[in-house]
Structures are given as structure tokens and as C-alpha cells.
């Protein structure tokens, strides 16, 4: 994902849990965190999150409603707050489609690394929040992340954009920065390069006729 703090002055990271006690915790371990940039847990109710640390506790009663809502509608970068007692509702938040989590009892200097890895776009590279299930997948050799693999999937398979982004639960422009990332990844240029690339790499694509999203712009 692109970074989210290289051209702004203020980046907003928002702590979504039931618990008071943990909301403290983190408010007080963002408070160590040192970077360009001034880092606020609130924002204007007309704007989004660019890093939302989300407890997979709030969805203890089934309620998805807001979660979807990030995933889907905005580019907010969504880290789950995960639950070792609760496995359940990690792989519910899982299934949704949040692709990075950190243990409720994360250190410190870990969940400090973390925030910076998550505003740096670099989370992929992050040794501390774990990527949902680390099984190999196809492209995992050339450094495609879980997210990009299952991106240039549906593209080989010749779904657009938009499909993408209602298959996987993101918005259209989350989908447009992964394919740019995994465009660098494998060197492709095009949609049709792109899907080329992955037929060679073993991607499970179908046919796929021509698709007007195969300009870089649209992409």
C-alpha cells in the first residue's frame, strides 16, 4: 500500500475498541511514537482514519457494519487488534477482508513499529504485525503479499476493478494501489502484462478478454 504519511502533516490513527482500558494503552504507546509528522487519535467527522486499530472484540455481537464500511468505502489502512481467548472473531475479521493483525499484547517498542510500518506503507515488510494466514500462495517467491496475490488472481481471471473491490471487500482505490505495488513487484507495466506474468507464475486465471482498465491511468 501507498504511504499515507508522506505528504501530510497530520496523520490520523484511530482506536476502535469497547474497552476502555485498552483504548488508554495505545493512546499512551502512540504517544511514543517519533515521526515527521504530528499524529492525532481524533479527526473531522467528514474525513477517515488513515490507520484504524481495530478490536476484533467489537464484533463480539456479530456487527460488521463499521468494519465493512473502512474496508470497502475508504483507503484506511486497517489493522485488527487481535484476540487469543476470541480466535473466532479473528478469522471473522479475516473473512471480511483485514489483512494485518497485532496481539492485544504487543510491547511498546513493537506496537510503535508497527504504527510507523502502517503509515510508511510498509507493513508487508513488518516482522511484527502478522499477515492472516502465511501459507504459500502464488506469488509469494517474488514478494507479492496475500492481498496482492489475491488482487492479480482476480485480474488474471479477467475481473475489473470494481469487481475486485466487491469480491475482496475494498474500495476501488485500495484495489488500484495494490495493483500498482504488485506491478512493481513482478515488472509489469500493463493489465495484459500483468496477467501474462502470473498465467507463467501458476495463477489459477480463466479466459480473459479485453478489458478497458488496461491503461496504466485506470490503474
Known amino acids: 500500500m501507498d504511504s499515507v504519511g508522506a505528504s501530510q502533516d497530520v496523520v490520523w490513527v484511530q482506536i476502535v475498541t469497547p474497552q476502555r482500558v485498552v483504548e488508554l494503552g495505545m493512546r499512551a504507546m502512540l504517544a511514543g511514537v517519533s515521526a ?31 468494519l465493512d464500511r473502512w474496508l470497502t468505502d475508504t483507503d484506511t ?7 487469543t481467548l476470541r480466535p473466532e472473531l479473528g478469522a471473522q475479521a479475516r473473512a471480511r477482508g483485514v489483512e494485518w493483525s497485532i496481539d492485544l499484547g504487543i510491547s511498546d517498542a513493537d506496537f510503535v513499529q508497527v504504527v510507523k ?33 489475491s488482487v492479480l488472481e482476480l485480474v488474471t481471471r479477467g475481473y475489473g476493478n470494481q469487481q475486485v473491490a466487491d469480491e475482496l471487500f475494498l474500495s476501488v482505490n485500495s484495489v488500484k494501489s495494490y495493483i500498482r505495488s504488485t506491478y512493481r513487484k513482478i515488472g509489469a507495466l500493463t493489465r495484459a502484462q500483468a496477467v501474462a506474468w502470473a498465467v507463467r507464475a501458476g495463477f489459477a486465471g480463466e479466459s480473459v ?4 482498465e488496461d491503461s496504466p491511468a485506470s490503474q
Open 117 to 149: 510500518q502502517a503509515i510508511d506503507g510498509t507493513l508487508a515488510d513488518s516482522d511484527i504485525a502478522q499477515e492472516w494466514d502465511s501459507s504459500d500462495y502464488p506469488g509469494q517467491d517474488v514478494g507479492l503479499t496475500r492481498r496482492e496475490s
Open 36 to 66: 515527521p509528522f504530528t499524529l492525532s487519535t481524533t479527526g473531522p467527522p467528514v474525513a477517515d482514519p488513515d490507520v484504524v486499530l481495530f478490536d476484533v472484540i467489537c464484533m463480539q455481537e456479530g456487527d460488521t457494519t463499521e
Open 209 to 212: 478478454t479485453s478489458d478497458p
Open 77 to 83: 489502512t486497517v489493522i485488527a487488534i487481535d484476540r
